[in-house]
């Protein structure tokens, strides 16, 4: 990879900026030739597979490893052990009652049915005279179905209000048991849900720069949105489900046997099945699930890109290819999204036609074992119940799984994320004083983005309190990442910063960025008014350190002007206010930060001379006591610098004042030079088109 895509994929702006790298990728991708030189790209960075593979073609998102990845997201509900116990202790009531209540109706079957048969026989006559009657006519069957029943004279209503209060009430108590479970099981999945939430912004602030480098950022906003709400819909749903219909299965199966062993073997004849089609659909809905969020992935990618660089697509007329480019993975999404769904949809059905061949099973088999006498009608009713009640849950639990299988899938990407390796541990050892003096001293510094391409070597200076250092170079030669390695962006190879005499790897990263300002080229607003955007540079100014910031900085200037003054909302991307209206609140920002070290990345290059020199002069209010590093590309803005650096591929080729450096006639006379030549030749082209 060049050097100028190092710098462009590298940059500071990448960290501080984040939700403008989109535009820049965007503008790289569809508007390369009209970049300025700071921003061409001279060859398309592929990043490895170690990298993360392309950034338009993300890696595949698929659960490799189902179980450990299940475990580990089952493992999430540990802190709520308590409350799952409970959770499943109401789903074992709630099963138990569900599964007993059709016992208990089939007595009452055996109450009404007696009552009605035993009106049949003759007054004066037994039950057993009545069976031995039944045989001498020749009606075997008949007589051994009446044997096995408790013949009544008439319905004991009695018994039967009874028995029915039973069972209603059992179904009752079932279902409010069922209510609380699920009651409970969200508050506790919503708890765990917020936590992962927590652990995933939390991770995001200690991922490195080049972790976003080689990812697409629509991928990344995926895995910590759409997949931590996937992970939620499967707790929420898939775990819950499972239970009650595993434990379901379990009960059922019990009672089966207890009414009846022969029929509870034809009923399990639809475990096999069952597990034989849940196995092979469900395996192959889980690489269409996974096939479906990587795209998903990748069409947010796409959308957030096309939306960011919205300006960039329409001057080069890009909406054509960016529209094939969105039908393409819209087309890859829905493909993937139809194949997930439909072969999901298939488990239902599927499943069901095992039911219902285990259903005639037991209904023929069942209604000869009642005209034989060797059951009950109503165990026969209770377990044709139970059949139907089987085969329920063996559907859920299909279904429910095809659900766990997506659920998994989407949790793997979030703990793929959340096992990202992290910037290096901080020690922290030392401290600064609240106001330091800014001396900045690099010491034999050596730094690469590539290990065998190096970037920076050997390299030394000082930056004396409260001097303008400004670094000058063509695009590639190491300005941008000279700062990074003063905010600690990447770390060094070898040698090391101080920031006075305190070597910055004994500093954690806040408090030497909190000791840093930083103006950059690519001006960035929050939604919220004007002064929320100034007062976020210290959340705990004043209002009179805020106006205070605001007036020297020029600010104050067209505040004034505004109908709503300093509460004028910023819309989402802050077109209500021009570039150098943005730029001046960018620099009031960094004023009320009070910061001892400053950094400005050519933060007038985007505006009118005038507006550039207002903003000149708010950065020399701006640069007024403290150290500062000063990136520029137009030479007459450093002029006054105390030091220029001047950097030829990673090195420092010259150093000195505007006017030494000029005597030299070296690399920054030929600069400047280049520059002033240019300007010259377009002053000539402009007045000769004013005469003609």
């Known amino acids: 990879m060049s050097e100028q895509n190092q710098q462009k994929k590298r940059g500071w702006a990448a960290k501080a900026e984040a939700a403008k790298n989109a535009k820049a990728a965007a503008a790289a991708e569809v508007a390369t030739e009209a970049l300025d030189d700071d921003d061409f790209v001279e060859e398309e960075y592929v990043p490895s597979e170690a990298d993360g593979g392309m950034f338009g073609d993300v890696p595949a998102k698929k659960a490799k490893e189902f179980w450990p990845s299940a475990k580990r997201l089952m493992g999430l509900l540990k802190p709520e052990r308590v409350g799952v116990f409970i959770v499943i202790g109401l789903v074992i009531v709630s099963v138990v009652l569900n599964v007993i209540a059709p016992k208990v109706l089939g007595s009452a079957m055996d109450v009404i049915f007696g009552g009605v048969m035993g009106k049949q026989i003759p007054p004066g006559v037994s039950q057993e005279q009545f069976v031995e009657l039944m045989r001498q006519q020749g009606q075997g069957n008949f007589a051994d179905m009446v044997s096995k029943m408790e013949l009544t004279n008439g319905i004991n209503f009695s018994k039967l209000t009874f028995l029915i209060s039973i069972v209603l009430l059992m179904y009752f108590v079932a279902n409010i048991f069922l209510w609380a479970q699920g009651w409970l099981l969200n508050r506790i999945v919503m708890r765990v849900i917020k936590k992962l939430r927590n652990d995933v912004q939390a991770k995001l602030n200690r991922l490195p720069l080049n972790y976003f480098d080689t990812r697409q950022r629509g991928d ?24 009650s219909s595993v434990l379901t299965v379990l009960g059922i199966t019990v009672m089966m046997f207890i009414v009846s062993w022969e029929l509870a073997l034809i009923a399990l004849i639809a475990l096999p099945l069952s597990g034989v089609v849940a196995g092979v659909i469900g395996a192959r809905s889980q690489k269409l699930f996974s096939a479906q969020w990587k795209n998903t992935g990748a069409l947010n990618g796409q959308i957030e890109e096309s939306f960011s660089g919205h300006d960039l697509v329409k001057v080069f007329g890009r909406d054509a290819d960016m529209l094939t480019r969105f039908d393409e993975k819209n087309e890859e999404l829905y493909k993937a999204s139809f194949g997930a769904q439909f072969v999901s949809g298939v488990i239902f059905p599927a499943m069901n036609f095992v039911s ?38 063996l559907g859920q639990i299909a279904g429910m799984a095809n659900m766990l299988q997506s659920g998994v ?22 401290h600064l004083p609240a106001k330091t003096d800014g001396h900045v001293e690099f010491e034999h510094v ?8 190096p970037l920076i070597e050997d390299l030394s200076f000082s930056a004396e309190p409260g001097h303008t250092v400004a670094i000058v170079g063509p695009t590639g030669a190491g300005k941008t990442t000279l700062v990074n390695l003063v905010m600690r962006f990447y770390e060094l190879n070898s040698g090391r910063i101080t920031l006075d005499g305190v ?23 929050f939604g919220g ?19 205070e910031a605001a007036k020297a900085t ?35 920002r960094a004023f009320v930060s009070d910061p001892s070290l400053l950094i400005l990345d050519e933060a007038t290059s985007s505006v009118d001379t005038r507006t550039e020199l207002l903003l000149q002069k708010a950065m020399a209010a701006l640069r007024t006591d403290r150290t500062s590093f000063v990136i520029a590309h137009r030479l007459s803005t450093i002029r006054d610098a105390d030091t220029i650096l001047v950097m030829e591929n990673g090195q420092i080729v010259e150093q000195g004042n505007h006017a030494q450096l000029l005597a030299l006639e070296g690399a920054y006379y030929r600069l400047y030079m280049s520059q002033f030549a240019g300007e010259e030749e377009a002053a000539v082209d402009d007045s000769t088109a004013v005469h003609s």
Do not use: C, H
């Open 446 to 453: 050596s730094f690469s983005y590539v290990e065998d391409k």
């Open 529 to 547: 008014t004007i002064y929320d955007n100034i007062k976020y540079g210290k959340l705990d100014a004043t209002e009179e350190q805020i106006m």
């Open 503 to 525: 070597d910055i790897k004994d500093l954690t990263r806040s408090e030497l960025r909190s000791k840093v300002g930083m103006v950059l080229q690519d001006a960035w607003l």
């Open 409 to 430: 899938a989407s949790a793997e990407r979030v703990f793929e994320f959340l096992d990202a390796e992290e910037e290096i541990e901080e020690n922290g050892t030392r």
């Open 554 to 588: 020029y600010v104050d200037r067209f505040v004034r002007a505004l109908p709503d003054g300093y509460q004028t909302i910023i819309d989402e991307e802050g077109n209500n206010v021009s570039a150098g209206e943005k730029q001046l609140i960018t620099i009031a």
């Open 356 to 393: 219902y061949l285990s259903y005639v099973g037991i209904a023929v088999v069942g209604g000869l074992r009642v005209a034989s006498g060797s059951m009950s009608l109503g165990d026969a009713t209770a377990f044709i119940q139970y059949s139907r009640e089987f085969t329920q849950p």
């Open 220 to 243: 990344i906003l995926s895995r910590v949105t759409n997949d931590v709400d996937n992970v939620q819909q499967g707790l929420q749903q898939a775990f819950s489900q499972l239970v």
